[in-house]
Structure formats: structure tokens, C-alpha cells
């Protein structure tokens, strides 16, 4: 499966929004605009300037597309289902995206970043509904229990990752026990209750995409 391989804090630096794709180090002071660093490039201010309707529609739909860690071709075909689901399509795209395994897996605490949920999944160490499942892009549906397989629940980086919870909760979507390592997609989540995407502009991707 084709993925992005260069510097993540790049696409941060292009969007000029924390995407949260390195974990704990965009929290930390290393994070790069934290340190007011501008956009990447050889001439970052020439390419401040006003942008047309078109510029801001495609910036909002690569900020979507790069805090969830697809490539342009898997978002398409994401977007193209939630239009043919019924109701709003804009919110439809965050339900999908919000139900994604990868993406449940990052919310339930069991790792830090959804590139680091991909290779948990990718790797087998995640179980849905007892059966171990490898597809990042598995859409977990309403009761689904998700969990860390037995032989995985001594790793690091999951031990590590569930140290969050006590810092910041978690989502009100999902019911977690910390000490089973073991959590369930409660229902889908409103538009309204994903809260680290308040300032996503989703009726743009809407709009670049009906063009």
C-alpha cells in the first residue's frame, strides 16, 4: 500500500496548522510551530499572499486528508461513499473518517499518532471483536469491540500511549477499560462532538470535489 514517507512536520509547516501526526512531540516545545517556524520552501512569504477560492477549498481538503494519513486516492474513494450515503455529505465524511480502525485505535489511547495505529494494525496486534484484523481502513461500526491482542499488551509504545488518558479523556463516542486494554465504538460520533476538528471547514472538501 502506497504511503507518504517524507517529513511529516513539513506538511505541518505547509498547512500552518498541528496536524498531530508525530504524537507527544507536537505537544512538546520541539514541535516546529511552536518555534514560529514558517512554511517550507525557498520562498515561504511569497506564497502568503490571498488565495483564490479554489487555494482555500484545496487547503482545507489536505489538512483533512493529511491529519487522517491517506493519499489523495484513498480520500477520493472515502468521499465518493459518504456522497452516496443519505443526509450531509460534509458530515458523512467525518463519520467515515472518524470510523476508520486505524483512527479508533488512535482515539482509544492504544498508540499516539494514527501513523503509529496504522502499524499496529498492519502488524496484527489489533483485535476486533476477538478476531484479528489488518486493514487500517476497516470501518468499525456501532458495538464493535476493539482490543489489543494478548501477546501485545506488554508493548512500550501501547503502555505508553495509554498514559493519555489520564491527561486528556477520551472521546465520548467510545467506552475504554484501561486495564483490559480493550474498548468499544459506542456510536458514531456528531459532527458537533469531534472536537479537535473544530476548525475544519468540511463544506469546503464538499464543494472542491463538486466541482
Known sequence: MAKYTGPVCRLCRTEQKKLFLKGDRCKSEKCPLNRKRGAPGKDPKGRTGKRSEYGIQLREKQ????MYCMLEKQFQLTFDKAQRMPGIT???????????LDNVV???????????????VSHGHILVNGKSVNISSYIVRPADVIEVKESSKKFVVILDALKEVSKSGTASWIDLDIDAQKGTYVSH???????????????????????
Request: positive net charge.
Open 90 to 100: 460534509g458530515d458523512n465524511l467525518v463519520q467515515l473518517l472518524e470510523s476508520r
Open 106 to 120: 488512535f482515539r482509544m489511547h492504544f498508540a499516539t499518532s494514527r501513523a503509529q495505529a496504522r502499524q499496529l
Open 189 to 211: 460520533p456528531r459532527r458537533a462532538d469531534v472536537t479537535d476538528l473544530a476548525d475544519i471547514k468540511e463544506q469546503l472538501v464538499v464543494e472542491l470535489y463538486s466541482k
Open 63 to 66: 489538512k483533512l486528508k493529511r
